[in-house]
């Protein structure tokens, strides 16, 4: 990757949080969907498997150092993050849903890697954490689940917990620019809980440091991926408090 595309921005000029499409998912019925998808999100969202790499690259965790993954789901990207921070770091991993933190401890007992992850069962609105405890907070697949009033909220609650200096990575189902897709017409007829999200005009109202967003659209490998690219891309959003 280049550094022209790493130090790529969005203002707020150019992309404003009124270009988010509404969600139709609360938490509780969140909770019901995933505590259902589980057992079988990571046949269905093998997709995602590259973006996590490239995030976790992005967030450059270092040995010694102590991560949140808040809005754990199957533990996708985990492992990559425990390798980083070593045998003298620490990882917290939270969710929402019960179910998916079971998969994420079994795929982390099988990886070899769960002693130094500590999970918890909790909603990202309100962390069971110390102000100024990590160095790195992570986030992937979450925001594009979440109503429009929580963003602000959820993010502040994220700046809580980091230390100063420390940074944010998120990573989210998003589009190219602000301008309406073809999924969000349907969205509402899907049954997808998820819809497409700009999260860089967000860190940048609550004066986050260095905002950088990157988008990727999706490189399929099958029929069910080409179809989805068709519909969404990814962004990679990265900020230091």
């Not at 594009?144 to 009033?149: A, C, G, Q």
Request: glycine share 6%; proline share 4%; hydrophobic share 40%.
């Amino acid at each position: 990757m280049s550094n022209n595309e790493f130090q790529h921005e969005i203002s707020d000029a150019t992309v404003q949080t009124s270009q988010i499409i509404e969600t139709s998912y609360t938490d509780n019925r969140t909770e019901k969907y995933y505590a259902w998808r589980a057992s079988n999100y990571d046949r269905l969202a093998e997709w995602e498997q590259p973006y996590h790499k490239e995030a976790v690259e992005l967030a450059n965790a270092m040995e010694g150092q102590r991560v949140l993954v808040a809005a754990c789901g199957t533990g996708r990207g985990m492992n990559l993050l425990v390798k980083a921070v070593g045998k003298t770091g620490r990882v917290d991993a939270l969710d929402l849903s019960e179910n998916m933190l079971i998969e994420a401890q079994a795929k982390l007992k099988q990886l070899g890697n769960a002693e130094i992850v500590h999970f918890h069962h909790g909603n990202v609105r309100n962390l069971p954490f110390a102000n100024n405890v990590f160095d790195i907070v992570y986030n992937a697949y979450m925001f594009d689940l979440i109503e429009l009033d929580g963003f602000l909220p959820i993010l502040k609650e994220m700046e809580r917990v980091l230390k100063p200096g420390g940074k944010i990575v998120l990573l989210n189902m998003s589009k190219p620019d602000g301008n309406t897709t073809f999924y969000e017409r349907i969205y509402r007829w899907t049954g997808i809980p998820c819809r497409p999200v700009l999260m860089a005009p967000y860190l940048q109202l609550l004066n986050f440091n260095e905002v950088r967003r990157i988008y990727r659209a999706i490189q399929p490998k099958n029929f069910y991926e080409w179809i989805i690219s068709k519909l969404w891309g990814q962004e990679i959003v990265i900020a230091s408090k």
